[in-house]
């Protein structure tokens, strides 16, 4: 398989980060995602941001910027909510081409 799959990387990121933080106001422990991510087994070295901000607070400006092969790398974000609290979470996957 070719190129970064966004979609499954959502998916991993989105399932962990719905465990991590259901049924609780705030947990820090937001690598799982990170865990999950390289047990897919595949070629990429992955960094993973996580911003985590108050729900009354009117939002946050936020941008990010990379120069890389856009064949094989990639990146995906994914935007999670409760009650009390937002969650943006930023996957970067860079291929590791030997």
């Not at 990429?44 to 729900?55: D, E, W």
């Not at 910027?65 to 009650?83: H, V």
Request: proline residues 2%.
């Amino acid at each position: 398989e070719v190129g970064f799959n966004a979609k499954e990387a959502h998916n991993v990121v989105e399932e962990c980060v719905d465990g991590v933080s259901a049924g609780e106001d705030y947990n820090h422990n937001m690598e799982k995602s990170l865990t999950h991510l390289v047990k897919l087994g595949k070629a990429y070295k992955y960094i993973v941001t996580c911003a985590v901000v108050q729900k009354s607070t009117p939002g946050f400006p936020a941008a990010s910027s990379g120069f890389w092969n856009t064949t094989y790398d990639g990146t995906c974000t994914i935007r999670w909510e409760n009650q009390t609290m937002n969650c943006i979470v930023n996957v970067f996957a860079i291929a590791i081409v030997l």
